[in-house]
């Protein structure tokens, strides 16, 4: 079902701004725990998500969900989702990089690209400032 909801959706999207994107956002374990830790099945899962985009399309995804639920994603579950699709797929966003990086415990993604970053808002608290280190 997930793939006919994400085929006409991306249709839809394509005639209305008239071009087909290449980079989509998809989150869909965002602070959510998936139903089973099984590897397989959660190569299986990006696998068909992958799948429903349109050909050479680069997903992007939140490493977020990896920070937010650690007693669920352990190496093998991060390795085995992130490496369902083809390496080069996947593009990550390693958020919260600048106090808590994951590319350091993930053996750079596994291989998927990704982009370091600075969360600089956590849901309305948008001061900006530097990390604080204490010896």
């Not at 830790?37 to 050909?55: C, G």
Request: hydrophobic share 45%; net charge negative; aromatic share 18%.
């Amino acid at each position: 079902m997930f793939s006919k909801f994400q085929s006409a959706y991306i249709e839809e999207q394509q005639n209305a701004f008239g071009y087909l994107a290449h980079r989509f956002a998809l989150d869909m374990f965002n602070e959510v725990v998936p139903k089973s830790n099984d590897p397989s099945f959660l190569a299986e899962t990006a696998i068909q998500v992958h799948q429903s985009l349109p050909k050479n399309a680069i997903w992007v995804l939140q490493g977020w969900l990896f920070h937010h639920t650690p007693d669920f994603w352990k190496p093998s579950q991060i390795k085995a989702f992130l490496q369902g699709p083809p390496i080069g797929s996947i593009l990550v966003l390693d958020l919260f990089a600048e106090t808590d990086p994951f590319y350091n415990k993930t053996a750079s993604f596994y291989g998927q690209p990704f982009i370091w970053c600075m969360l600089g808002n956590f849901g309305g608290d948008t001061g900006w400032y530097g990390a604080r280190v204490i010896k």
